[in-house]
């Protein structure tokens, strides 16, 4: 019964940087993986990075490297920095609870933000 809330987006460069922020209420985000996923026009969703309750971490092999995901219970938030972007990382970006960080590419996330655009321009 999360209710998430992803900012951060925006126009950037090819080799930026930004940093979005998923922002969780209405439950204790201490109990949920939280996975960051992406939808570019035309493609199925990608899952792009996971964080466990016990800040294990998962990434897709394109944005390892580039991209660390992170949490801060204390603020009911989990943050994706992401680093020299590349217009192939332009999509809209969404924070999800998930069930089991070690298969959230799989399966089904639980709750959902409204997600966060993304564009990086070549």
């Known amino acids: 019964q999360l209710q998430l809330v992803e900012s951060g987006g925006g126009l950037v460069q090819t080799g930026g940087s930004l940093r979005l922020s998923c922002a969780a209420s209405g439950g204790t985000v201490d109990y949920y993986g939280i996975g960051w996923f992406r939808q570019a026009p035309g493609k199925e969703r990608e899952g792009v990075a996971c964080?466990?309750?016990?800040?294990?971490?998962n990434y897709d092999d394109s944005v390892k490297g580039r991209f660390t995901i992170s949490r801060d219970n204390a603020k009911s938030t989990v943050y994706l920095q992401m680093n020299s972007l590349k217009p192939e990382d332009t999509a809209v970006y969404y924070c999800?609870?998930?069930?089991?960080?070690?298969?959230?590419?799989?399966?089904?996330?639980?709750?959902w933000g409204q997600g966060t655009q993304v564009t990086v321009s070549s």
């Open positions: 964080i466990s309750a016990g800040y294990s971490t």
């Open positions: 999800a609870s998930v069930y089991d960080c070690a298969a959230y590419v799989v399966d089904e996330p639980q709750y």
